[in-house]
C-alpha cells in the first residue's frame, strides 16, 4: 500500500524556536570570532601577556597559565548573556526542568574542565614550539590525535559523569532484547546506561560513546519512561548501528587528516606573521595563541558542511542497520516523532539549513527513507 505522505509543515512553534535557537548560535560564533580578530588586530593580544608576564613575574610557564586564564575568562563574559538567553529560551518552549542555581554550576563546570583541558594543550603547545621549533606542528598533531582518542575513552566515565548521573539499565526485558540484537551483529556492547537527563531537561536522546573498554550505549530516562519497549529497540539497534559502522573510530581517523592539514596550515601562516609581518616576537610568543585559534575556528567552520555530510551518511547507515535489525519498522517511525515532538525539532527544516548545519538528517526524511525501505522488501510489514 502506498504511504500518504503527512502535511509537509511543523509547527509555528518548533520553527521560531528552532530559528531562535540558530540565531543564537550564529551570534555566540560572531561574538567568539570578532573577539579574537580584534586581539590580533589590535595590540590587545601583546597587552595582555604583557599583563600576564607582570603577574607571573616574567616565568614563561606561569604567563602563559595566566594569559590562557584571563583570555578564557573574557571570552566567557563575552559569551555569558547569550548563553544566559539560550538558557531562558529553554524554559520559554517548556523544554527545561533546570533551576538557575543548577544551570550555574554546570555552566562554572564546564569552564573549568574547559580551562583544565585547554591549558594542558597550551602549555605543551608553547614548550613544543620552543623546543622543536621546526616540527612543532608535527609533534602537536600526534599529542592532540593522542588527546582525542584519550578523551574519546574518558569521556562516558570521566567527563560525562561531572553533568549527569548514569545507571545500568534496570528493564531487563530490555536488556535480553540488546543482548539478541547484538549477537545476531556478531558484536558485544559492553553496556547500556539509563542517563539520567530529567534532572535537567524535558527533551530525550540516546548515543553511542566511549572507545574499547568503555564504549557503551547510553539512553535517556526521558526516553525510558515515555516510549515503548519496542520504541526503545529501535533507538537501541540504531546506536548499534554506529557500533557495528565503527563510526566512533571513522570520525577519529577524518579528524587525524584534518588536523594534520590544520596544524600544517597553522604553521606556515604563523611564520608569515612573525616573519613577513612582524606581528609578534616570534613563534613561541604566546600572544599569537588567539591567531591559531582563529585559524583552528575557521578550518572548523569551513569544514563543517562536509563533516555534517559524513555525520548524516553515518546516521543513514546507523538507521538502515536498525531497520534491518528490528521486527518491523513502526516503532522505528512512532519513535522518530515521538522524539521531534518532545525536543520541539523540525521535522521538515529548509533544506539549505540541513546541508550546511544539520549532523542528523531531518526526522521527516528518516522516517520517509524507513517507509521507503520498507516498501522494497518483499515481507514488509507496518
Ligand atoms: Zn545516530
Known amino acids: 500500500m502506498a504511504t500518504v505522505p ?3 509543515t511543523d509547527t509555528p512553534e518548533a520553527r521560531k524556536y528552532n530559528r531562535t535557537k540558530r540565531w543564537l548560535e550564529f551570534s555566540d560564533l560572531i561574538v567568539g570570532f570578532v573577539f579574537l580578530l580584534l586581539l590580533v588586530l589590535t595590540h590587545g593580544s601583546a597587552r595582555l ?3 600576564a608576564y607582570l603577574g607571573a613575574r616574567q616565568y614563561y610557564t606561569v604567563a602563559v597559565a595566566l594569559y590562557v586564564f584571563m583570555l578564557m575568562l573574557i571570552s566567557k563574559l563575552l559569551s555569558a548573556p547569550l548563553e544566559f538567553y539560550g538558557f531562558r529560551l529553554e524554559h520559554k518552549y517548556n523544554l527545561s526542568n533546570q533551576k538557575l542555581g543548577a544551570w550555574l554550576l554546570d555552566e562554572a563546570k564546564s569552564f573549568a574542565v574547559g580551562l583544565v583541558l ?5 602549555e605543551v603547545l608553547y614548550a613544543t614550539i620552543r623546543a ?7 609533534i602537536m598533531w600526534a599529542v ?8 574519546a575513552q574518558l569521556a562516558p566515565v570521566v567527563l560525562l559523569p561531572i553533568f549527569y548521573h548514569f545507571e545500568p539499565l534496570k528493564n531487563d526485558g530490555l536488556r535480553e532484547r540488546l543482548t539478541k540484537l547484538s549477537e545476531r551483529a556478531g558484536t558485544r556492547v559492553r553496556g547500556v546506561y539509563e542517563w539520567k537527563i530529567s534532572e535537567k531537561s524535558k527533551k530525550a536522546n540516546a548515543a553511542l560513546t566511549g572507545l574499547g573498554k568503555t564504549r557503551r550505549i547510553i539512553v535517556a530516562d526521558t526516553l525510558l519512561q515515555n516510549y515503548s519497549d519496542d520504541e526503545i529497540e529501535a533507538v537501541l539497534a540504531h546506536e ?3 557500533h557495528v559502522h565503527a563510526h566512533i573510530p571513522k570520525s577519529i581517523l577524518l579528524q587525524m587528516g584534518i588536523t594534520f592539514v590544520g596544524f600544517w596550515a597553522a604553521d606556515h601562516i604563523l611564520r608569515y606573521a612573525v616573519e613577513q609581518r612582524s606581528m609578534f616576537q ?5 600572544a599569537n595563541l588567539p591567531l591559531l585559534a582563529l585559524i583552528a575556528t575557521l578550518v572548523g567552520l569551513l569544514l563543517s558542511p562536509v563533516l555534517n555530510a559524513f555525520s548524516r551518511h553515518n546516521e543513514r547507515q546507523a538507521d538502515e542497520y536498525a531497520w534491518k535489525s528490528i521486527p518491523s519498522i513502526g516503532p522505528f517511525v512512532t519513535g522518530m516523532h515521538k522524539l521531534a515532538s518532545q525536543n520541539l525539532a523540525e521535522e521538515h527544516p529548509p533544506r539549505w539549513i540541513e546541508l550546511l548545519f544539520h549532523s542528523h ?3 521527516g526524511k528518516r522516517t520517509a527513507a524507513a517507509e521507503a525501505w520498507n516498501a522494497k522488501q518483499p515481507t514488509g510489514t507496518a
Not at 585547554?118 to 597550551?122: D, F, G, H, N, Y
Not at 622543536?132 to 608535527?138: K, V
Open 144 to 151: 592532540f590525535v593522542g588527546l582525542t582518542v584519550l578523551l
Open 132 to 138: 622543536y621549533p621546526e616540527h612543532w606542528w608535527l
Open 49 to 51: 601577556r604583557d599583563f
Open 361 to 363: 538528517p531531518s526526522i
Open 240 to 242: 548499534l548501528g554506529h
Open 282 to 286: 616570534g613563534l613561541a610568543d604566546f
Open 118 to 122: 585547554i591549558l594542558v594543550l597550551v
Open 6 to 8: 503527512i502535511a509537509q
